[in-house]
């Protein structure tokens, strides 16, 4: 009899018990993709992350960690084997779907590869390329990343499907918080803030533009501080930086913050700036906008996807130190403080269209299956799996 | 004929339409319907079309458009003609459909609403549409079997925009201007983009015979719905039922009068280009046949041409006169050229090594106060005209067992492509390469540039554009399925390649630069289907059948002609013109024997060259 809900393996760098944006974003996805029509469970191998989670979201079942790339490829065979049947396998990562094809071609099964950002700004290799064209569909965090893609491989678009980043409950607007205040002397004054890790492979988020261009800011508004938090191996040259260009006393590094106080650090700015050129979205910037708070972010990468094409924040050139000084004097003069701006960014949303999502895939992967099926003619007879057909039968049923 | 354009913000997280980018994008067509224009947009605004017309069936306001069903579920914006709107609208209203106008557009509506995407099997005509299904939330778009209108969208993950020239997308100001490395390579391989690539990475050509589906996801595949190569497969499976030659003959007759009579629904005048050939000569035979009194027929001359044997004019005023038509020969002096270069390279929608032609043509039609022409185009894809149809068999026949030799072919083209034979034709190093399949010998004879020299041209991404092309893998898959004889195989590449990617969008863009339909009676669906078991039997002899399909037959002067095509001194023109002079600084265009179309492919690629800064 056939099985009538599917399960999923997805393959991970982190989700549940990790940090930073992708891990954020697998978090979200998988907690949907479990609530989404007809999906039995998820299956979840992460490669790095904490080993022990206290809550999952139901529906999702999360394995160990496995750091290693040989040991996790391993597990990830493994996994698939001891776990069957699976219906078709997710990829949060384009450095992992090369094993992620093969373990769909093992196990016939259809691929939902996963894309953010920095992973498609050059060529890939020809394992990735393979992976790539045999995926059924490949979910893109922002139409800029899509575009990058598309660039380097040349497969349907329309198999190319765009899926932003969604934003916790807890950023919402508020009042500056009296200890943040405290904490950093900001009283009175105003405050710029960019939240990211400072991490020498990504100088591209353009803190060092900011710096720059403080001198500028400062000659009209006095009273402004840059507020860093964040923490990595690139800070010693953003200090020298500040050194070089004479603001020391007006840029501060917080270092790392946990993670409960983030969103009273959002309260705590009066604009939120990241200008830059390699974005693959940037969900820091929904955050700040859930907050209330002025936004100006890069006109030429993922940002303009969290901005709406300046619909909810500025943009600008991040090359062009006169437009982004001119724009954070603008933003600046203006104190209203808006309510939460990312209503059409809300998981309700993200939710709905995943499960949109789901159905395109259940829909292409019938076909997809029935072509490799046609490829492997006087080869292997395999056939779809019960689950897979059954579900894509009710899909066209409606 | 008009231009159409429209936005679907599909993504949840999308802005909603943006008005004056609607409006940007339709009047950036206003020559394609200098007569009306309109707009529309749905209540949440996440979904606008526009219109510009070109007033040719129901000249009344009724029929402008966006066109909305009565109970405003559908919304329509259409460019072409269905030339069976008729019969369809009878057979529609006798199932209780009530009409508000006399046009083919409301025809649309009522189909979809009766039928559906199935709809599509219906049509005789030239087509494009965007269709917005309310109940469904989707937007449909469709194009004709043959691709004789264009279809362009844009899909931005967020956001699909649709219209009918590229560069109308682009003006729209919302559209990457990246470029399409495979749409450049194409150009250069073939000398005009093949679809569905432009020269554009985010804007594709909706491929021929073909419906798109957009909906809350974004798109889906595009389905196809007509196929040239299925159709010929077909076709000779019934060779056997044809009958005799004077079977054959009353049947050629039936069908081509069929197609020409449907050509000539209009109310306007519809008159006819006239060259000296059989295709355009025996089209307006079969007009009279088909009881149009009044014709109106023109021809283009050079002065260069005076007296030789490349003058058409002295040949269509004798069929003129022997058809009794209003004649007017027009004629193009170097002049003119000169003056109308700039206008001609900003209506070029996308690059093309042709088209000047129909430049010309067009304006002296509109010059006699034409809205619709008549244009032979077609006849040779359809009555094996060509010499591809004798030359490439031939070239498979010669070469297909050393084709097969490993590594063979390559080692040649490496050898011949070396310093020591400069003045060699490129197309010579790449014989064993490709001579020995019909994909290869066809891109032999139809190539403009052999791919080891495109680099030279466009610079960067040449390599990535060649992988995603795969220019002949591109050519295998037009033939699939593939007919069994090489008149048929022929048929299909020189239809769906040549005709569809150089020929219909010229003439699309150069007759509408100058607000003129062109109506293809030759390039139908319905006729290639009863017509083309005729032509797998007969290969290259069935253009007789055409030359004796009108009451009055062609003369034999002009059946017997040898043919010449649609040619203009262009060469000497190019080479005094002092705006286009770049191409003397490369050494294998300026060998005395390189071919015009290399030097002036090499000139309209210039913008791709400039952007890479190499110039």
Excluded at chain 1, 123 to 144: C, I
Excluded at chain 2, 210 to 231: C, M, N, P
Excluded at chain 2, 444 to 469: H, K, N, Q, S, Y
Aim: proline letters at 5%.
């Amino acid at each position: 009899m056939a099985r009538s809900e599917l399960r999923i393996l997805a393959l991970v760098t982190e989700a549940f018990g990790g940090r930073g944006g992708i891990a954020q974003y697998n978090r979200d996805f998988l907690s949907a993709l479990a609530r989404c029509d007809r999906i039995g469970g998820v299956i979840v191998l992460p490669r790095f992350g904490s080993g022990s989670v206290n809550a999952l979201p139901t529906g999702v079942q999360q394995l160990r960690p496995v750091e290693s790339r040989n040991a996790y490829s391993l597990a990830a065979v493994w996994t698939a084997i001891t776990h069957r049947p699976i219906d078709f396998v997710f990829c949060g990562h384009l450095r992992m779907a090369p094993l992620a094809a093969v373990i769909c071609r093992v196990l016939n099964v259809p691929l939902w590869l996963q894309i953010h950002g920095v992973d498609v700004w050059h060529d890939l290799s020809a394992l990735q390329h393979r992976a790539l064209e045999s995926a059924t569909m490949v979910t893109s965090v922002s139409r800029h990343t899509r575009r990058r893609l598309l660039h380097w491989v040349g497969i349907d678009q329309a198999r190319v499907k765009v899926l932003p980043n969604t934003v916790e409950s807890q950023f919402q607007p508020g009042p500056k918080p009296g200890y943040l205040l405290e904490r950093h002397a900001a009283g009175g004054k105003k405050v710029l803030m960019t939240v990211s890790r400072l991490s020498s492979l990504e100088r591209y988020k353009g803190h060092d533009r900011v710096i720059r261009t403080l001198p500028r800011v400062l000659k009209q508004r006095p009273d402004t501080i840059y507020l860093i938090v964040g923490d990595g191996d690139d800070r010693p040259r953003l200090e020298s930086l500040a050194v070089e260009c004479g603001v020391t006393k007006n840029v501060l590094f917080t270092g790392s913050v946990p993670p409960e106080e983030l969103p009273d650090y959002f309260r705590l700015a009066d604009v939120f700036l990241m200008p830059s050129v390699a974005e693959g979205f940037g969900i820091v910037f929904l955050e700040a906008m859930a907050t209330g708070i002025r936004v100006i972010g890069g006109s030429q990468d993922g940002s303009r996807d969290a901005l709406c094409d300046g619909a909810l924040g500025t943009l600008v050139d991040p090359e062009n130190g006169e437009e982004l000084a001119s724009a954070i004097i603008t933003a600046l003069d203006d104190p209203t403080r808006t309510g939460d701006r990312t209503i059409r960014f809300k998981s309700n949303l993200f939710s709905e269209h995943l499960n949109a999502l789901s159905q395109f895939f259940s829909e292409h992967s019938r076909r997809s299956l029935r072509e490799r099926r046609t490829s492997q003619r006087g080869k292997v007879t395999v056939s779809v799996p019960n689950a897979f057909r059954s579900f894509a039968n009710d899909q066209q049923c409606r | 004929m008009c231009g159409i354009a429209g936005i679907y913000a599909y993504h949840y997280a999308a802005n909603a339409v943006d008005r004056a980018e609607v409006r940007r994008i339709r009047d950036y067509m206003a020559a394609r319907g200098p007569d009306g224009l309109g707009e529309w947009y749905s209540q949440d605004e996440r979904v606008g079309f526009g219109h510009r017309r070109l007033t040719i069936i129901d000249l009344s306001e009724r029929g402008a458009q966006p066109m909305m069903s009565a109970d405003g579920k559908l919304v329509v914006t259409f460019n072409g003609e269905i030339y069976n709107y008729r019969q369809l609208r009878a057979s529609l209203e006798a199932k209780g459909h009530r009409f508000r106008t006399q046009t083919d557009t409301e025809v649309l509506l009522h189909l979809y609403s009766q039928k559906g995407e199935a709809m599509v099997q219906d049509l005789r005509g030239m087509f494009a549409f965007g269709l917005w299904d309310a109940e469904k939330h989707a937007l449909l778009l469709v194009r004709d079997p043959y691709g004789i209108k264009p279809l362009y969208y844009a899909d931005d993950g967020w956001t699909v925009r649709f219209a009918s020239q590229v560069k109308a997308l682009l003006a729209g100001a919302k559209v990457s201007r990246d470029p399409e490395p495979a749409g450049w390579v194409g150009f250069c391989l073939f000398g005009s983009v093949p679809e569905p690539f432009t020269t554009y990475q985010d804007v594709l050509a909706l491929p021929a015979g073909s419906t798109l589906w957009v909906d809350r996801v974004g798109t889906h595949e595009a389905k196809q719905y007509f196929s040239i190569a299925d159709t010929y497969c077909r076709a000779e499976v019934t060779t056997s039922a044809i009958g005799n030659k004077a079977d054959q003959q009353d049947r050629a007759r039936e069908a081509l009068l069929d197609s020409v009579r449907d050509h000539l629904v209009a109310d306007v005048p519809v008159g006819a280009f006239l060259s000296s050939g059989i295709d355009s000569g025996a089209l307006v035979g079969l007009m009279r046949d088909a009881g149009q009194q009044q014709i109106q027929t023109v021809t283009v001359a050079f002065e260069e041409f005076r007296g030789s044997s490349e003058d058409e004019a002295p040949i269509a005023a004798e069929v003129a006169s022997r058809y009794g038509t209003r004649h007017t020969t027009r004629v193009v002096t170097e002049q003119e050229f000169q003056i109308d270069l700039p206008k001609i390279l900003e209506a070029m929608d996308q690059p093309t090594i042709d088209g000047l032609n129909t430049w010309f043509v067009s304006k002296a039609a509109r010059e006699l106060g034409l809205k619709v022409a008549i244009s032979g185009l077609g006849g040779d894809e359809l009555f094996g005209g060509y010499p591809s149809f004798r030359e490439v068999p031939l070239c498979v026949r010669a070469l297909a067992i050393p084709g097969r030799i490993p590594a063979l072919g390559d080692l040649t083209r490496w050898l011949l492509t070396r310093d020591f034979s400069p003045s060699l034709n490129p197309k010579a190093a790449g014989l064993l390469k490709y001579g020995g399949s019909y994909a290869g010998a066809y891109f032999l004879r139809r190539g403009l540039f052999m791919p080891w020299e495109v680099e030279a041209l466009i610079g960067a991404d040449t390599r990535l554009g060649l992988r995603r092309l795969n220019p002949i893998r591109y050519i295998e898959g037009l033939l699939e399925p593939k007919p069994s004889s090489s008149f048929c195989r022929i048929a299909v590449l020189e239809s769906s390649l040549y005709m569809r990617n150089q020929l219909l969008r010229d003439t699309d863009w150069a007759s509408m630069a100058h607000s003129l339909e062109v109506r293809l009676p030759l390039v139908d669906s319905r006729l290639l289907n009863q017509f083309a078991s005729i032509t797998a039997r007969n290969g290259s002899q069935s253009k007789r059948l055409l030359a004796h399909s009108p009451r009055v037959p062609l003369s034999p002067k002009v059946i017997e002609r040898p043919k010449t095509g649609f040619t203009t001194p262009i060469q000497s023109w190019l080479q005094r013109d002092n705006r286009i002079q770049e191409w003397r600084q490369v050494p294998s265009l300026a060998a005395y024997k390189c071919a015009w179309a290399r030097r002036w492919a090499f000139e309209v690629s210039a913008p791709r060259r400039e952007r890479n800064g190499e110039i």
